[in-house]
């Protein structure tokens, strides 16, 4: 079965610091793999994902994250963090090159970013 | 918009009621999932539907059950309910690709609580 862990349950940041936020998971397979962000109020959207190819992937609003397989890891960066950002953060991965698929998610991280 | 749509936004309901949520899925869309996240949680698969019938199910109990109707929208219903079942449900959407995985497109849920 699937897990992922995110550490960062909560992380405060001052405008234009760095973020990056952790995500790992455990599967035997080939997976593929998320970043969704939840704005307060808002529903799930997705930030970026990784399916194949280059391990670094570049999404929306900056975000970007790196799939290291040996560390079975696929954490979300952005160099300079905006108030618009505080948000919840969800890393989720499914099960490649099979039917039906169903997101594991992590417990998320709520990042606050101050002005 | 999110292109998913739920129903109702919020509700209350009493313990041993029985409750249904809607969900019309993002035009073009044809596969449903339905998620329950807990205060503090990440989502959690529940179950999905495509072709009108349940293709992978969670580690829920059958108190929760699903239906999915010719025009792909969908319904979640619980029997029975327990307070332990007030969370935010979510509905997905995509369109199945058995190969890929594509993201899915999240509702903004129904907030359930159960007094």
């Known amino acids: 079965a699937q897990s992922v862990s995110q550490h960062n349950h909560h992380v405060i940041l001052s405008e234009a610091a760095s973020l990056e936020l952790g995500c790992n998971y455990s599967?035997?397979?080939?997976?593929?793999l998320f970043w969704y962000v939840q704005y307060p109020g808002q529903h799930l959207q997705l930030l970026l994902k990784y399916f194949s190819g280059d391990p670094l992937v570049k999404g929306i609003k900056g975000f970007e994250a790196e799939f290291i397989k040996s560390k079975f890891s696929f954490n979300l960066r952005k160099p300079s963090v905006q108030w618009s950002d505080t948000a919840e953060y969800f890393c989720a991965v499914n099960a490649a090159n099979t039917g039906f698929q169903k997101l594991v998610f992590g417990t998320g991280t709520r990042l606050l970013v101050s002005p | 918009d999110a292109g998913v749509t739920q129903s109702p936004t919020h509700l209350i309901k009493t313990r041993g009621q029985q409750v249904t949520l809607r969900c019309s899925p993002k035009?073009?869309?044809?596969?449903v999932s339905w998620y329950q996240q807990a205060l503090g949680q990440g989502p959690q698969f529940i179950f999905q539907?495509?072709?009108?019938?349940?293709?992978q199910r969670g580690n829920f109990p059958d108190r929760f059950s699903g239906h999915q109707f010719p025009n792909y929208s969908s319904e979640l219903n619980v029997n029975a309910l327990l307070l332990g079942d007030s969370a935010l449900y979510l509905c997905a959407s995509n369109l199945l690709d058995r190969g890929r995985g594509y993201g899915y497109t999240f509702g903004s849920g129904t907030r359930l609580t159960v007094v």
């Open positions: 035009s073009g869309h044809d596969t």
């Open positions: 539907y495509y072709e009108e019938e349940e293709r």
């Open positions: 599967y035997g397979g080939t997976v593929n």
